[in-house]
């Protein structure tokens, strides 16, 4: 039996497989950079989408074309009170 599993958190993402045929341990998949945990962070540029490291490591430069910690507001309205303080508490 094989099984995948993914992790969506606030700051971070990473998949990890379990096969019960090897050792019966989970295996966290490397990204591409050959990191276990990908930052949770989009960044745009002129004409490109930078996502994970190469956006976090941008942050200071880009920071108002860099998206960090959008999970917190996914399935709320721009109206609550909640996204309008954590948005002006991010770019200050």
Known sequence: MTAIGVHLGFTSACVAVFKRVQDGRAEV??????????PAVVAYRDDEQVVGVAARQGRVWNS?????????????????????????????
């Open 64 to 92: 108002a074309n860099t998206v960090v910690k959008v999970k917190q507001l996914l399935g709320r309205r721009n109206s609550q009170k909640c996204v309008c303080v954590w948005l002006w508490s991010s770019w200050l």
């Open 29 to 38: 998949v490397a990204n591409d950079a050959g990191d276990r945990i990908t």
